[in-house]
């Protein structure tokens, strides 16, 4: 598997630290309830098909990246610096 | 039909022309008073148990492919009991001890070996960690035994004791644990089922889950609806996908945990070995050969197929812990969808939906457990009260704080675990 | 009283020569990370072309010469190499002493490129991989950082206390490309 | 035996070799199989379930009979396939699973008992008495199955792994992928060919049909001149690519030793990764077998390796050859042999439409009923029109068709296509992205066929690349139609073997499917099909064609099982390679290290670091000697201890203090420059993560410290709050735990020790309690913090690491002149089990700051990382396990870490779990042993007697609850 990293070009899934949903992103003010932690930190739609996740380049560049794949084929459909425009 | 080595004898010697089928092929009916999704190891358990326990009979098990092809056929085998955190200690206890004896009760060899596992330990730290464990399962009853070096040397003498990077210190052994022939679960708990009037009803695909008022009335299926008062879900990595059909999120993630298996070989392990430090376990099958697998990708995943790096990684700890294993050829190599939670233990609970029922989030540790999941499940759907040995594996656990089970100690992320 | 006396990461285990490459320590004198504040990298860029003469350099890129380079390092971050940096730099960027923090080999040789597909999964070959060109990735299983410096030669950067490890690794590869012949 | 004039091998170059000990003579380019049939040598295995005796099949990877065990002790290879070992002077191969010997092998018995022994009968008995299956039963089946056999000890041989990169793979060399690299090569892309053979060609190098005029063989090594002359195209010969994984990565094996004596320093075999933009499946096809009773005896050969054997190894496996197919190109194996002069006794067709020959006799609408000859083929039962004959022959070459090498297209759950006009699978376009498939894998058969498809399907990859394709027409060559009638199973009575390996008979998926094993998966998994080291290669697609004839389903229907890699076997030891030994992690070694060897300090890991457990002095016997003397060193005097290891992250910028404040659970962006503040950090879901001390260096610029085992996971969930969550705050932060050499200074002659060495001496009132500051030592610039892990005055002094050998043996060597010294790990941690300080031996990942007394610490003033979730009703039930100290209070003095804590009556069962001991070591301060541990309600309950109960080793202890902080509770000798 690879992924195309914005900064460093395609790189071998080896590189890459997995985080998880993208939603880990979308941090919940402190006092939202305890449905929106729940739904935060927990409860996951867990896509089969196309979904947004977290990768930390560790082998690389140190970017922590949102990707946007599907999970039934693994193909990366875009790749987008955390940050930037990518929530 | 009963099975014995005189019915094999008898059908020998007159052209093995007697054997009949191990379950029926029926049609869906309309209605039943438990639908049980999925026709994995879980699920045919949890039909076993029903009409076995319970006296059920009107119960199908709807499976959307052939039955046992979920994790259970495609996982290592391992049979154990060694958890250290109450919750799980309880349920994997009261799950071996269904296993013994399971060939026995099923009429139905699925050769369990209760050949010992045992988990490496390389530093203080992980010793004493171990120790706590095997204490903790001796407080439940089970066994654990602490093996220092020469102990485990005289156990497992072609292990890398001296040059490997984590030099072994010792193992927590557990005797009891074991492995048994996988596809055999299925089918012996599915001709059981079958063979007390439960309908094992495969290729039909749930499509939707009817809800009314707050309660479940059937699901729809690629065979037509079929009414219920009780559903129960239990299909492992697909488990967001189903509960989706009832506006339901789960603490879900699916995730690619990949495994291996050699060319036929002489026997040459004669036990279960797990390398901490290497995420590597392996055991040798009963026709020969090495059977082992290491983490998941650590990706989320439904394509049941992984990538290189986790492939390798197994790789290097298998050289690394026991370089005598490195003229066996990998004959193939293999997926399954893990449903992992965010504490890495299961859920086997109720849900907001009257009559609906929830069984997953085994993540990668779901064989060992089919015996005691079928019979807790088939408890809380007969009852609907929890089975003593499962009454932690609540779903709401996560959102108050009470009873988290993180063996592993790695927090709210579903893939550390 | 007494003095302190420096070592270096490799002393004693390079230089190593096996068939037609061969593998060196390289002292690089001042290492330093450059890291740009929020919307500095341009005022960063001009201030160390200014200052040492060379610009900040693009993702995958060095820029200057032997003796006083800037390798980029990572998102936001680029090593200086060789000079004191200017404190003019200070006010675009966190600056960050690393002249001690990393293990420098320079690998070079006709089979220097073979070696190293042995052990980074990233294309290395003269083609695609140009000398002033640079990586982020890793070798074997240590992070570092790999730059052309030469048409056979490349500079090779891992963490110092790895250094033994990166030792090991690079025999390794260099005897097996040799065995091949 | 050789056949004169045939072959495309050097008849000139005798190479010597043993097979199960007799030394035997083959040529240069021989295999074992084709070296062993050139001297009569037919009977080369046992089959797994009934030891058969099994000849070769094949003449490819693809052979599920000829498996023999090559070499000795820690280099000997169990299964190797005769067809594919090269011989070599000195090759010793030995027959296995059979004993006494190959030719009298005790359990070829299971082949009488075979009718007790069908498909799954061992679900069906073994099971009385229960203690029977694990003591006699299963003992005797482990060690009638497997193959061959490991040798037990470390593997000898080197392997390597390696990373490839082109344009274009092109994965087979025979006539399709000739021309496809050949066309890619030559428009300049970059190419990989990659063949698994020893020898570039394919089936050009079996067959006779001409190209341009010339010979296959011929032609095929002009285009493999040109290629090799190309500096952009990569000639991978003996390398099999074994799988196709996502975004165009293969894995490939190249067996880079296996065909020679070993040579040193050689790598045995290389495992690749090739990452390819495009890549051309042109694997060819593998020939099927045709069920007939007793199909399985020595002599009985596909046809196509019949032939492979006489065109290219000049060997004729019989003297009396008969053919039996169902196609026209198993005629060409008649052809051949009468060509070359052999005896053709007929081919016997089942197509009545077959063509005939003035050659040799054709029976049409013919059939093989049956087979005779004990180890090897004698005669054969003719079933035709005019009744049943006996046949006198030594080789059957057998051909039920050919079935495309779909494999690698499968490998991304892509399913193949049934292809009614050839009776095959062939790939489904887009299986793998970037893919397409040419030539007999594809279903094209004749070599005009493959050599277009081969070069459409390059074409087609460049100019998807975007490179212009300069065209080139294709050379003259055979085009003949290919013609086959399906026959799968020849009717009648007797065993006809389907899974020659795993002995899987027709009637052995008949009952499959009458006990309702109808899907094609339950099929394979009850009767073990397709199951052996071949994979069903040849066996599976006739085996679904019975199991479809069975159900009543059509064979598109009925499906395939899965193709999963690898496409032929790989050794572990080559996808591990490295791994043995130290490789398989890095080792990171401190700057004290060399010097701490010298003092025979015994070195432990701390994750991938390596530290010092103790430093023995001369007559100490145990590490307990040597750690107690270090701690009651550092408490009288002064010791020195590396601590480099933890991590250090240097953090910069205007928001650094905030930046802080979110990620710790308490305060920083109050912290005064100079001074250093403990910090908690904790997980989002509220337990905690990490500890360290933080130092304020300036306005801006923070030093923080992390445990040596966090340190990474710290630096990664640092970047993820900065660039995920707090992307507009503007602070920086690096690594710099490289950077210094850090060493802990503590006792009540630190100072002492410091001012030794450093150029400004410090006086008793500056550097209070957790000041921090540059200093200069011996010359050199460093950073000095008054923080102690040990409870005593301590200093922490840090270094570039250039200096750190140095400034240890410089300070060891002054802190023994003050009777002081080096103290390692096991000292430090009795050091800090005496003040109740805390490691990840407590903060283990399930606990929370209010499980370890620091619930206040968690700021009320602002929100961080963890706050919100820390607040969980059950994160906060007074009942919960919480941090106390434990001291033995009755005979039993021990306290044992991973014991089990209960009320002082109570029974040790799970019911009455109270909690657990985390870190225990004996005290020589105190002169008993102190502990650390999780206690319900823990903190309400000091004083009280509990049990403490070790089952593991036996210990039971009755453990006073006192606090966790048991030496010099006020901190006066820490900040004195």
Redesign the interface.
Known sequence: ??ITCP?????????F?????AL??E??A?D?G?QA???Y????????GE?R????????????LVVR?D??????LEVR????GAQ | MRFSGLRVLKEGLTGNRGWTAHWRDPEPKPAYDILIIGGGGHGLATAYYLAQVHGLRNVAVLEKGYLGGGNIGRNTTIVRANYGLPGNSEFYSHSLSLWEGLEQELNFNVMQSQRGVLNLFHSDGQRDAYVRRGNAMVNQGDDAILLDRDGLRKRVPYLDFDNGRFPVQGALYHPRGGTARHDAVAWGFARGADSRGIDLIQNCEVTGIDVANGAVTGVQTSRGAIRAKKVGIVVAGRSSQVAAMAGMRLPIESHVLQAFVTEGLKPVIDTVVTYGMGHFYISQSDKGGLVFGGDIDMYASYAARGNLPAVEHVMEAGMALMPMIGKARVLRSWGGIMDMSPDGSPIIDKTGIDGLYLNCGWCYGGFKAVPGSGDCFAHLLATGRPHPAAARFRLDRFRTGVGIMDEEGTGAQHNLH | MAELRANSPCAGALPLVIGSVMAREEDLGVITALLPYRGRETALSEALKAAHGMAFPAPNRATGKVGARAIWAGRDQALLLGPVPDPALCEHAALSDQSDGWAAVRLEGAGAEAVLARLVPVDLRAQVFKRGHTVRSQVQHMAGSITRVGERAFLILVFRSMAATLVHDLKTAMEAVAARG | MRVAGKGVLDRSRSVPFRFDGVRYAGLEGDTLASALLANGVRLLGRSFKYHRPRGVLTAGSEEPNALVTVGRGGRQTPNTRATVQEIYEGLEARSQNAWPSLKYDLLSVNTLAAPFLGAGFYYKTFMWPKAFWEKLYEPAIRRAAGLGALSGLPDADRYERAYAFCDLLVIGAGPAGLMAALVAGRAGADVILADEDMRMGGRLLAETQQIEGRSGQVWAGEVLAELAAMENVRLMTRTTVAGAYDQGTFAALERVGHHRARAEGQPLECFWRIVAKRSVLAAGALERPIAFADNDRPGIMMAGAVRAYLNRWGVCPGRAVTVFANNDDAHRTARDLVAAGVDVVAVIDSRAEAPGSDLFEVHRGAQVVGTSGRLGLEAITLRSAAGERRVETDCLAVSGGWNPSVHLSCHMNGRPTWREDIASFVPTPGAVPGMMAAGACNGAFSTLACLREGAEAARAALVELGRSVPPLDLPATEDEPYRLTPLWAVAGKGRAWLDFQNDVTVKDVRQAVAENYRSVEHMKRYTTQGMATDQGKSSNVTALAVLADATGRGIPETGTTSFRPPYSPIAIAALGAGGQGKGFAPERFTTSHKASRERGAPMIEAGLWYRPSTFPAPGEKSWRQSCDREVRMVRAAVGVCDVSTLGKIDIQGPDAGKFLDFVYANMFSTLKVGRVRYGLMLREDGTVMDDGTTARLGEHHFLMTTTTAAAGDVMRHLEFVSQGLRPDWDVRFTSVTEQWAQFAVAGPKSRALLNELLDAPLEAGDWPFMACGPVRVLGVAGRLFRISFSGEQAYELAVPARYGDSLFRALVARAEGLGGGAYGMEALNVLRLEKGFITHAEIHGRVTAYDIGMGRMVSAKKDCIGKTMSQRPGLMEADRERLVGLKPVGAVKLITSGAHLFAKGAEPVRENDQGYVTSAAYSPTVGHVVALGFLRRGPERLGEVVKMVDHLRAVETLCEVVDPVIFDPEGGRMRG
């Open positions: 598997m690879r900064l460093c070009g395609a790189r071998d899934r080896r590189e630290y997995y985080r998880g949903a880990a992103l941090r919940p402190p939202a305890e932690w729940d739904d930190l927990f409860l996951r739609e867990n896509p089969a979904t996740d977290l990768w930390y380049h560790a082998n690389g560049c140190g970017a922590w794949r999970t039934r084929s693994h193909a990366v610096l955390a940050g930037e």
